[in-house]
């Protein structure tokens, strides 16, 4: 018997692909009730809830802090002056940022990402990354995957904003705040998959040559040491430490080392199927 | 200032949707995240929005189908590199990295590659609609209240991508609903 509870299929009906896919299912053969999990799911709740107490409704465009509740105070005052020199400036910097220890523990300085002046803060760090030695594979137009972030992006939070979840009516009411780490990090990201790509590509033609270039292309990436701003100075760092991806980059650059084609080409399919080229 | 019965009740609405969805949701992270620690970072993340927006989770059924949209933003900024790991899951990534070897992903059914390759060939935004139905098992009305997408939309994409990966198994000679009916 199928999904749909019909033994017999109706013709033209397509449900039985659920039951195909579902023979995917990388859980199909996993019951997670028992892998003795209880103790640490309830470790987790105690330590969510000892994080900090539920947000208070905040007016207007202020947007909410991740953070204990005595950070959402603070930054619930201090982002009244934010908003207001943003309102005026068209600005998306908030002079607000991450505090280390905190559940973020990135001390990077917010950013309203859905503020007019958003575009050239990303366009900023773009830039800032290049000088810095992010490279992305031959043949990637740059300044292209610049203008497709921007407008994927920008086109990504309309659409969020219009829909009818609660999460779409909390941007509309508070904006979204992204930080620059996350930022400078999705562009990194967008730099691997243009070496994945090329590294499939390369492998697909059987052309080793490139599949090293690629190689080292992406090993590279974790030597992109980048200067960030935050509250008390700079700090600095890999951008791929970072943003806490030095363990997979590397083990991407071990499968493509390994010639590991299914694995690299299901990565990109999944990871990177709308970074611009 | 919450009152106190006003905190209880906020604290014991989290802990039901906790514990009635827990499953669920890190059944959904760890189908579309390769590394069980990085599940249990993103289960930790998911609830820590819920947990702070507490008053925003709809009643009922409707906050699971809440939570698969937040996890569903989160997996998507991961694999953005937009993500940050922390101490609140430590032991659930222990636990999970304990069992990592109950989670690798071999698939021996017949036609699994070709399934596999099906879903790898539709848009991003179809895979997840197919997924949510045959993985979490959502009605089409549930997986459109989680893409926030209106119910007739959702079925049509439903069923063009069913049928988009029925035509890729029919060209590698899968039998369609012949052999799962056998396989009854």
Redesign the interface.
Known sequence: ???TGN???RPG???????????????GH?D??E???D???G???E???R???????VPSRRR?L?GKAATIGIAAVLLCGAGAAAAVKGGALTGLFGQSGY????TSEYVLATSPGYPAVARQNFEQLLREGLRFAPGTNTRHVLQMYVSEQQAELRT?ES????????LRVHGLL?QIT?IK??F??LAQCSWQEYWVTAYTSGDRAEQNAAVRGMAALDNVITVTASKTGTFSGSI?AE???TR?LLQDVREMKDGDFSRIK??T???C??APQ | MKSLAEALTDQELFETLYSETRMSILGYLLRRVSIPTDAADLLSDTYLVAWRRIGDVPEGESGLLWLYGVARHLVANYYRHERSEHALALTLRHALAANASAFEREHDAPFAEDIARSLEALSPGDREIIELSAWEQLTPAEIAEVLGIKAGTLRVRLHRARLAIAEELAKAGHPGPDRLEIAE
Do not use: C
């Open positions: 018997m199928n999904k033994s017999a299929p009906d397509t449900s039985w692909v659920d039951d195909a896919v579902a023979e995917i299912d990388a859980l996993v997670l009730t892998l003795g999990l103790v640490a799911f470790d987790l709740l330590q969510i809830v994080s900090g107490g539920p947000e208070k409704v909410r991740p559940t973020e523990n990135d969020l829909g009818h979840t609660a999460a779409a009516k909390s992204v996350g990090g999705t990194a990201g791929m943003t806490n991806h997979t299901r990565a399919a999944v990871q199927a709308s």
